[in-house]
């Protein structure tokens, strides 16, 4: 098809496409944001506050408890990951008998449902801390810890399948070369390896940190916040502001769009810093 062509049937490939994404995503998104300056019950009744629920929300010591929360979750959860499934990725691209087995069953949790995951878990947990006369609940530090095994046991799998990609795209003659010239294992890994499979890198980097900070179902299901709220993470924050607090909604609203765009801009950073690493590489 011709330059001229593709010009003209362009509008009609990407009309619907453009007013879906209008619908869908772009005019709830203002919404949301002009009712992060208001007050409401349903979005017909608005009422224009200024920057109160702003003022509401950082002064929430709820809020700011789940926000470091988060942050500790999803720094030891995306360098967990990756570390672990980089690892697998290296072992089941070897010389090792039934690389297509492991590989189906390291993926598989990652098709089971959040929630699903919360509960399996919750009841792993609580059946060997019941022992000791404890339960995840009990104490801050089992439902952390409870949240990191969980999203290691779900995305460790989805991670190693695109790590494999990545290592699968490096020709093997630059790998045979580099044996040949007398290079250890961890030469090849450092000097080609690692810099060959940097937009792997970069995707299993975003993916683990956006889907660190999203964390919401699991959440609910392992722990719903106890005990006293303190493993509560940003999303379920939002969650109970918004439905369970009484005139709280412009309140929650607002501490959505701070969420949104403390994901976006980290997000952000780590898709420039990544980004300039595949050039450099």
Known sequence: MQPKQLRKYFPVFVLPTLIAFTLIFLVPFIAGIYLSFASFTTVTDAVFVGFKN????????YFLKAFLFTVAFALLSVISINVIAFFLA???????????FFRTVFFMPNLIGGIVLGYIWQLIINGVLLNYGY?????????????????????????????IAGIQNIPTSVLEAAKVDGASYFTTLRKIII??????????????????????????????????????????DIYNTFYGRAGYEGVGQAKAVIFFIIVAVIALLQLYFTGKKEQEA
Request: charged share 10%; proline share 3%.
């Open 195 to 236: 810099p060959s499979v940097m937009p792997s890198i970069t995707i299993c980097l975003f993916l683990t940190i956006t889907n660190s900070f999203k964390l919401f179902d699991q959440n609910l299901a392992l722990t719903a916040g106890a005990p006293a709220k303190e493993t509560q993470m940003l999303a379920l």
């Open 54 to 61: 702003y003022v509401l929300a950082f002064s929430d010591t």
């Open 135 to 163: 339960s995840i609940t009990s104490d801050a530090k089992f439902g952390f810890i409870g949240l990191l095994v969980l999203m290691n046991w779900q995305m460790i799998g989805y991670m190693m399948i695109i790590y």
């Open 90 to 100: 290296l072992l089941l691209t070897g010389k090792i008998k039934g690389t297509n």
